[in-house]
Structure formats: structure tokens, C-alpha cells
């Protein structure tokens, strides 16, 4: 239950009380919001008075008399206006004519009230100012929330750039200094290392541009019949190389096609994913098994491995953005900490979830669950 | 390469093992003998098992205080043994190394502190120090 602050500056007592007895014990409700209010009300005399209270303690709405002795209720809405530009003034007003009606507005009234008015009046008055307060309020927080989500993505994003940057820079000083000599065969593991480490910035960028293609809506998706198990496969040929280097074995559980209707960019960045840490998260001589099944409206994607697995709590970290498990067996394993996330984004997109089930040391099932004729949802959702 | 008669070991910690390789190196090249460990595990094994003169320990390993840890029981094996602590605190956090953890220190008992990135001529500098050799 929100609770909304309400001055009343009016120099009639009785405005002030019919008010304050209106509002008193009143619950508005706002079920397109979902959210109750109350209202507190405070009173003041003149606009001097309510000046005063308001620099002290600014409340939310300011019920506000036109016709006031001393400063006029239009000189102090200039002046509140000015100081509180968030603050929304409800000019209550025996007289309105359209030209105080039209200076009120354009010194940033936000609403009338004729004079005299019924409780209900008030009421619905409220209502409206209280419905935009509570918009208003939202879209400001929200807009925070994703001013702070982005700080902390780049903020992250410059460490996981220096990180590859510190360790070629190093390298580069080694070589640069002849550190171990003139004979250049003996920097070659230096060399080695520091095209690993651009590898892997190569592999953040291009997960990057991924997300934020999938995050702007910029990308036009392509919904179309697509074979799921076409692009396992083709998934599975391109980790061949890597995986018979480390004998691993590959299998695919599936020999006729599985269609659904989906952008097929985004399903091969999902399995090629999967995949991928499949084989990079194993261990030499494991077993990568890819069981593809549908049943009915959904189709399920269960990747397994038999690789280094993690514990329930790396687990639960896994499919955020950055995340990577760092421990002595991940050490020497390059990633981005994006794919999963990147996933998970997309498995959301159609609806789907996508779950990990790992023990340490045997290896990891990550299992995607998606509708099989997906959409393409509505543009202009999120504003 | 300038001490090649009875060199002076090296322990050097890093979970980061492109800085590892190149300390190595180039410790190596000073003409130390360098051992390394990959995290405080292996850290605490090569401390029951060999001997070495100085150690450089990373204060950001698996477990946040590992490098703490380390140089506690580096210290407590041989109070002579001097330690280098190199954090990369200042760099990640933005928080000023120096003044943050002046308490930290006095309990800590590294013999320095340097911040990452680190330059080697910087830690050569120190370990000469330490091992008091005329640089």
C-alpha cells in the first residue's frame, strides 16, 4: 500500500477539513497498476505557509487555491514549479475563466478542481493525479534500474577486456625486451598464448554483437520451418577438430529431422552454444551425447557432456551475464561468460526454459524446452 | 642469467596462468629459479614440500582472502622468507590499494605491496631488495 503525501493550501477552514475528512480513511484503488493508495493529508493557510512546508518536506500532490490573501496561488505555482518540477498542483478555483485556466497550465499545473466540489469529485480528481504520480514514478525507476544495469554490464565488460589485454601486453614485453634471447623459436609459446587470448576476444565480441542484437530488437528475425536437427549437426562438425584432438566422442540421438518454426539464427546460436561448452568443459577421452525429442507442442534439446560438471551453487550462477565458474579445473578454459546468457535470452524469446543438471567431476545436462510454432512477438512490447 | 652459481628460488602465485608464465620467464631470465603455483592449493603443496627464498603471492585467487592465507603460512614456516603481495584490487575495484587496507597490512605481514598491473622492472626491484642483492 502506497501511501501519497497531500497538502491542501486554501484559506478557508472548511475547504481544508471537507478535504481532510474526505480522504481520510479512503483507500483509492488502481487495478490497472495494481496498487492501493492512501492519502495523508496537511494543511496550510496561505501560500507563504504552504511554501514553507513544502521546501521542508515536498509532498506529492499540492492541492492548490487560486484566489489566496498575500502571494496568489498562480505566483506560487511559478515559483513551486520551478523549485519542484516533479511535484503535481491541483489548482482549486471558483472562478475559472480560460485565461487563469490557460496560465495555471502553462506554469505547470497539472490539473482543476471547480469549487465548490463533492468528495466523489475530489475523488476522481485524485485518481487521475494519482494514476499519472504512480506512472510517472515507474517509468523513472525503471529507467534507473537500466541506467544501473548497463553501468554494471560495461563495468564488467572493460574487466573482461583487460584481462586479455594485460596477458598479450605482457607477452608482447617479453618479446620486445629479447627476454629469452634472440632466437625466435623460443617466444613461440609466448605467441601461442597471446593468439589464444585474442581468440577469445574475437569469440567475446562476436557474443556481444549476439546480445546486443537480440536486446535492441534491431535484428529482424526470420520465423520459418527449420530443421533442429540439421543444425546439430552442423554444430557438431564444426567442435569435430577440437574434439577428436582431445578424442572425444560426438553422438547425435536423432536420424529424422525435427521442424519447428523459429529464426534459424537464433537456434543455431542456442545448439552451437551448448555444444560448444560441450566439448570445451570436458574431459580428453569424454563423450558429448545431443538427444533431440518431440513431444507434441514442444520440442526438447538435452546436451550432455561428461566433463568437469559443476556444483548446485556454480549452477545457479550460470546463465547470468559474466558469469564464468572459476575454479582450478575452468582455469585454463577461454569463454566469454555470455553464452549462457545469451541462451537464455533466446529460449525466452520462444517461451522456453532452458535448466542445467551437473554433478562434479561427471559432467553436465543442459535441457531446452521450446514451443514449436513460435511467433514473432508483437514489436513496441517493451518501450 | 647474472647469478648462474647458486641461484635464489622463486615461488610465484597466480591463478592467472598467462601472468604466471610470463613471471616465469622472466624471473627466469634474471637468472632465479622460479616455482609456480596455480592457486592457493597448489601453493600450500609446494610449501610443505620444497624450499624456496622469497615468494610472490596474488591477493585474488579462488577464495577471496586465499592470498592472505598464504602469506600467513608462508610467514609461519619461515618468518624469513620475505613475500611480495601483488593485488589487482586497485585496478578491478578503483579502490586505493594504499590507504583501503594500511591496517590490513600491518597483520598481513608482506614485506611489499605492489598493484597490478605490474611491471616486471618494478618486481625485479623489489625481490632484489628483499633478497638484498646490489641491483
Known amino acids: 500500500m502506497e501511501s501519497i503525501r497531500c497538502l491542501v493550501v486554501d484559506d478557508e477552514p472548511g475547504m481544508r477539513l471537507s478535504v481532510a475528512r474526505a480522504l481520510r480513511d479512503y483507500t483509492l484503488r488502481l487495478p490497472d497498476l495494481d496498487e492501493e493508495v492512501r492519502f495523508q493529508v496537511d494543511q496550510a493557510e496561505t501560500a507563504e505557509e504552504g511554501l514553507e512546508k513544502i521546501a521542508q518536506s515536498p509532498p506529492d500532490i499540492l492541492l492548490l487555491d487560486l484566489k489566496l490573501p498575500g502571494m496568489s496561488g498562480l505566483e506560487a505555482l511559478e515559483r513551486i514549479s520551478e523549485s519542484q518540477p516533479d511535484l503535481l498542483v491541483v489548482m482549486i478555483t471558483a472562478y475559472a475563466s480560460i485565461e487563469t485556466a490557460v496560465t495555471a497550465t502553462k506554469r505547470g499545473a497539472f490539473d482543476f478542481l471547480a469549487k465548490p466540489f463533492t468528495p466523489k469529485e475530489l475523488k476522481d480528481k485524485l485518481r487521475k493525479t ?70 577469445g576476444m574475437w569469440k567475446m565480441i562476436a557474443d556481444l554483437t549476439d546480445l546486443t542484437r537480440i536486446e535492441s530488437g534491431q535484428k529482424t528475425r526470420e520465423f520459418a520451418q527449420i530443421d533442429l536437427r540439421e543444425i546439430a549437426q552442423a554444430a557438431l562438425d564444426t567442435v569435430l577438430p577440437e574434439a577428436s584432438n582431445r578424442t572425444i566422442t560426438l553422438n547425435l540421438h536423432r536420424d529424422e529431422a525435427l521442424l519447428v518454426t523459429a529464426d534459424r539464427s537464433e537456434m543455431e546460436i542456442v545448439l552451437n552454444n551448448l555444444i560448444t561448452n560441450a566439448v570445451k568443459y570436458n574431459k ?59 541462451v537464455k535470452k533466446i529460449t525466452a524469446m520462444y517461451d522456453g526454459t532452458v535448466s542445467v543438471e551437473s554433478k562434479p567431476d561427471e559432467g553436465s545436462t543442459f535441457t531446452v524446452r521450446l514451443k514449436k510454432h513460435s511467433e514473432p512477438a508483437s514489436e513496441g512490447n517493451e518501450s | 642469467m647474472n647469478q648462474a ?47 624456496f627464498d622469497l615468494a610472490v603471492v596474488d591477493l585474488m585467487m579462488e577464495n577471496q582472502d586465499g592470498g592472505f592465507t598464504l602469506c600467513y603460512h608462508i610467514k609461519k614456516k619461515s618468518a624469513s622468507i620475505p613475500v611480495i603481495v601483488v593485488s589487482g584490487v586497485v585496478s578491478e575495484t578503483g579502490l586505493e590499494f594504499d590507504a583501503a587496507t594500511e591496517e590490513e597490512r600491518s597483520w598481513i605481514k608482506a614485506d611489499a605491496f605492489l598493484a597490478k598491473p605490474v611491471r616486471f622492472e618494478q618486481l625485479l626491484k623489489e625481490v632484489k631488495r628483499l633478497l638484498k642483492e646490489s641491483s
Open chain 2, 5 to 51: 652459481k647458486n641461484p635464489k628460488t622463486i615461488l610465484v602465485v597466480d591463478d592467472d596462468a598467462d601472468y604466471l608464465t610470463q613471471q616465469q620467464v622472466q624471473l627466469e631470465a634474471a637468472g632465479y629459479r622460479v616455482l609456480t603455483a596455480e592457486g592457493e592449493k597448489q601453493a600450500e603443496a609446494v610449501l610443505a614440500e620444497k624450499s
Open chain 1, 284 to 342: 580428453d577421452g569424454g563423450r558429448v551425447d545431443v538427444h533431440l525429442a518431440d513431444s507434441g507442442d514442444e520440442v526438447t534439446l538435452q546436451v550432455s557432456d561428461t566433463g568437469i560438471g559443476m556444483t548446485r551453487e556454480e549452477a545457479e550462477k550460470l546463465f547470468k551475464e559474466f558469469v564464468r565458474i572459476k575454479n582450478s579445473k575452468t582455469m585454463n578454459i577461454l569463454g566469454s561468460g555470455l553464452g549462457l546468457s545469451i
Open chain 1, 130 to 199: 494519482t494514476e499519472h504520480l504512480t506512472l510517472s514514478r515507474r517509468a523513472r525507476q525503471l529507467a534507473a534500474e537500466k541506467r544501473q544495469v548497463r553501468f554494471q554490464f560495461i563495468s564488467v565488460l572493460a574487466h573482461e577486456l583487460k584481462a586479455p589485454l594485460g596477458a598479450i601486453e605482457g607477452y608482447l614485453n617479453i618479446l620486445s625486451d629479447r627476454t629469452l634471447g634472440n632466437d625466435l623459436t623460443a617466444y613461440d609459446p609466448l605467441v601461442g598464448r597471446s593468439l589464444t587470448r585474442i581468440a
